[in-house]
């Protein structure tokens, strides 16, 4: 069964064999666009596959290793409903942190609470919700790797 990348490949092929037999010049640009349009359709599947140049797209996957494809089969059907996060533990950390600053400062604005007297408080709190971010991190990573597992187990 043929790629789909490679379906589109073909089909532009035949767009710009049209365009060259074209009658007028008009037709001859909508065959040149509709060809450009494909490639870039290919190129977007590529993508979508996990590769990145069109020399590793048309290796076959027959020529590759079975469970490297049913891998990256799993991996992104897994992805569908589980995605991998996106960032690291730092950025997750960073973004947790930079919050809990802004609803802190809101907070004592709004109650006009004055957390310099104790710096321990607003410590704790982002802290607490630097970690929370860590572990919504890891929570969010083994729902991936659960999901790929599933998909790889399903085939």
Known sequence: ??????????KARH????ARKAHSDDDAAMQRNREAGLHQLANNEDWLDGRTST???RVPKVLRA???????????MAEAYAPKPADGMMMYG???????ILSLFAFSRFYEI?????????????SAV???????????MR????????????G
């Open 15 to 18: 767009a710009a064999g049209e």
């Open 55 to 57: 020399a590793e797209s």
């Open 66 to 76: 079975p469970d490297e494809v049913k891998t990256e089969r799993a991996r992104h």
């Open 130 to 140: 630097c970690a929370g971010a860590l572990v919504l991190r890891a929570l969010r």
């Open 94 to 100: 960073m973004v947790g942190a930079g919050l809990a």
């Open 114 to 126: 004055d957390f310099s007297l104790n710096p321990l408080t607003p410590l704790l709190v982002v």
């Open 1 to 10: 069964m043929g790629r789909i990348a490679d379906n589109f490949r073909d």
């Open 143 to 154: 729902r991936h790797e659960r999901a790929c597992k599933a998909e790889y187990d399903k």
